[in-house]
Structures are given as structure tokens and as C-alpha cells.
């Protein structure tokens, strides 16, 4: 027999108004129908819980993969600032190269290419203004395109310094080199050129001229080289010979003390020797001669002091 649970509902006055009959059975299906309800509805708030924490966390991930595609972007637009800032400065400084060129008077010397390559014009400045929220592929092809283009402008730039720098050094060695300050004070005596000998009274060619000076007084070198000859040399008594490269040689004759030493170098106003009345001479006095490629110039051509 099957137990029943009466329900009695009172008015407000007490009286029993109505009853109902509900069998333990269905009352206990009844809770464990709420009880399996509860349990879904909690299981449903506790997925719909975990999927709107992970839709956060992914917002959040996006959000943050689009700043970091921002600063990324942001980067690549001071690249090709810094791109074109380089770009400038190896024009400004192949500018500068023209420059020093002219000066020197070597501006056509020297196989001169172009900066960027023959025919090669210098590229426009990359366009960085590029809106952050666009697609930047087309400014990196562009970035790649220059960079080649910069590494070849530097090869060629430093090519061009380099061709530069070796001719200044070569010049400065030809003008240390080149006799420019007189061997001694004193007082010129005899030209280049013919004269009237003073031993033989004929006329001949005299390949120097002559100072003349009261006998000690320092000779020097007038320019850098090194000393060929140091003795007796005939006609010219004690001489010094030096040779100066580039197909100069300078001669001393009728020296007193030679303090030069042969196969030593000598710079520019170094000591060799002290003037003397050496060899075939009316006083004290010193013969000077220079020769290019072997051939007597006027000395008088090559003294700046």
C-alpha cells in the first residue's frame, strides 16, 4: 500500500479551505528533479564561467598581439628613417670626397664611379608614414631594396676613399721629396746656366749655381731622401749626393765637413755637411745641383724660401 502525504491548506480564518494528496514517491522524484536541475544550471554557470574567463584571456592576447604588431610596425618605420639618414649621410660624404678632389686638382683622376653605381641615381627617401593600422610589406620591400643599394654605395664610397687617400699620401711623399728651401745662407755667386768659366775663361754649362759663405756654415738637406754619395768626387772636392725618388737627385759640392752618411735617409733640413773650398774652387762656397730624371734643372726654379 502505497503511503500518501496529505497537504491542508487554511484560510486566513483557519478554516481548511482546500487538501491535496501527493504520494512520497513523486515528492521524492520531485527533489531529485530539482536536486539534477541545480546540478546543471550549476554545471552550465560553471562552463559558461570558464568560457567567459578564457574569451577574456584571448582578448586580452589579442589585444596584446596587436600592440606588440603596432610597436612592431613602429619599429620597422624607425628603421627606414635611420635607412634614409644613412642614405644621406653617404651622399653627403661622397660630397665631401668631390670636395677634397677639386682642391687637390685630382677630380679626374682615378677610375670615379658613381655613388650607386654607373647610371645609378640616388634612391628617394623611404616613406614611414605608413599608418600603423595598415600592412607594412610594401615598405620592407622597399627597406631591402635600399639597404642593397646602401651596402653597394659604401663598397664604392669606400673604394673612392681609399684611391683618394693613397693619392694624398703619394703627393705628400712627392712634395717632401721635391727640393723647395735653399742648402744655405749666404750669397749667390754664380747662375744656372752657361758662363764664362773662371778657371778656363771659355764659355760652358754650369749645371747649378753657387753660394758662397764663410767656410763652416751648415749645408742641409732640402728635401727628404736618401744619401747616394758621401766623399771626394773629382772637380767638386767633398760631395754629397741624395736621392730624393720620383726622379729627383740633388748634388753638394766643395764641401768641408760631411756629417752625412750614405745609405742613411735624411728629411728636409737635416745637417749634411758644412760649406768648405773642396775640389776646383775660387772661395768657400757650396755647388748645387738638381737633376730630374737625370737631367740638370735651374735650382733656383724649385726654392720657395
Known amino acids: ?41 550549476t554545471y552550465d554557470y560553471y562552463n559558461l564561467k ?7 584571456s584571448n582578448a586580452v592576447q589579442l589585444t596584446s598581439q596587436q600592440d606588440e604588431i603596432i610597436r612592431q610596425r613602429q619599429q620597422i618605420q ?9 642614405k644621406n649621410k653617404l651622399v653627403d660624404l661622397n660630397n665631401f670626397e668631390k670636395k677634397i678632389r677639386i682642391i687637390a ?21 623611404l616613406n614611414a608614414q605608413i599608418p600603423l593600422t595598415k600592412k607594412h610589406n610594401s615598405l620592407l620591400r622597399e627597406m631591402h631594396e635600399q639597404v642593397d643599394q646602401l651596402q653597394l654605395a659604401s663598397a664604392n664610397q669606400n ?33 744656372f746656366g752657361y758662363r764664362i768659366s773662371p778657371f778656363t775663361g771659355r764659355r760652358e754649362f754650369h749645371k747649378g749655381f753657387d753660394i758662397a759663405n764663410r767656410k763652416g756654415t751648415p749645408i742641409v738637406a732640402t728635401a727628404d731622401g736618401v744619401v747616394s754619395f758621401a766623399g771626394k768626387k773629382g ?46 774652387s775660387t772661395g768657400p762656397h757650396v755647388h ?18
Open 1 to 41: 500500500m502505497r503511503k500518501k502525504l496529505s497537504l491542508v491548506i487554511l484560510s486566513n480564518s483557519g478554516a481548511s479551505v482546500k487538501q491535496f494528496t501527493i504520494s512520497k514517491t513523486f515528492l521524492k522524484g520531485f527533489i531529485v528533479f530539482c536536486l539534477v536541475a541545480v546540478g546543471v544550471l
Open 50 to 56: 570558464v568560457s567567459s574567463v578564457r574569451s577574456f
Open 78 to 86: 624607425e628603421f627606414a628613417g635611420e635607412i634614409s639618414n644613412l
Open 105 to 125: 686638382n685630382i677630380e679626374n683622376v682615378g677610375d670615379q664611379n658613381n655613388l650607386f653605381g654607373v647610371g645609378g641615381s640616388v634612391p628617394e627617401d
Open 159 to 191: 673604394q673612392g676613399f681609399e684611391f683618394l687617400f693613397k693619392h694624398l699620401q703619394d703627393q705628400q711623399s712627392l712634395l717632401a721629396s721635391t727640393p723647395a728651401i735653399r742648402p744655405c745662407k749666404g750669397w749667390k755667386t754664380s747662375n
Open 235 to 280: 772637380l767638386l772636392g767633398n760631395a754629397v749626393y741624395i736621392d730624393h725618388g720620383h726622379g729627383m737627385l740633388t748634388r753638394f759640392g766643395h764641401l768641408d765637413k760631411i756629417t752625412a752618411k750614405r745609405g742613411k735617409p735624411v728629411k728636409r733640413g737635416d745637417k749634411i755637411a758644412t760649406m768648405g773650398n773642396t775640389g776646383r
Open 288 to 305: 748645387y745641383e738638381i737633376h730630374l730624371n737625370g737631367i740638370p734643372v735651374n735650382p733656383e726654379k724649385y726654392i720657395l724660401n
